[in-house]
């Protein structure tokens, strides 16, 4: 069953500033993540904003390698696979540039984020390339997932306001075989 997996890299610090792998094959085969990656994305936002909830629909699906170059996030997953035991629920993980720490969230998996600092600069490292036409998502506030997050007044853009709510979200994973 796939699930999300905390990644805390190797980091070699000193008083010049630190050395971060932030990806080396065998340390992630050993942490259970048997990931091809073919595509890195690099999203800059400033605080109080929300991006997402995201996903692409199979054959595109990708699982995705989530970490923070600079500032801090509240990293999300929702599990969007019909028949899943934890359909609907949802996980986070403060990831910032302070704690290095990485979260690879699985195919089948909605996934946000939402800006704690001034400003964020979020890396992820994706196994399909990215495909307009298989791009879906569930709305942020969506009150059947009741997401935590910790901002008063999210900064959101409209096309992510406007997506569905889980339950009419386009969705096909199926747990189990896709899982």
Known sequence: MPMLIAVQPSVAKDKRGFLLESYKESEFLRGGINTRF??????????????????????????????????????????VRRGSPTYGKWASRRLSSENHEMLFVPRGFAHGFCVLSESALVTYRVDHEYAAGAERGVRWNDPFLAIDWPIRNPIVSQKDAELPFLNNAEKNFNFGRDS
Not at 52 to 76: C, F
């Open 38 to 79: 073919v595509q890195d994305n690099i999203s800059f936002s400033t605080k109080d904003v929300i991006r997402g909830l995201h996903y692409q629909l199979n054959p595109h699906a990708q699982s995705k390698l989530v970490s923070v170059a600079s500032g801090e996030i509240m990293d999300v997953a929702v599990d």
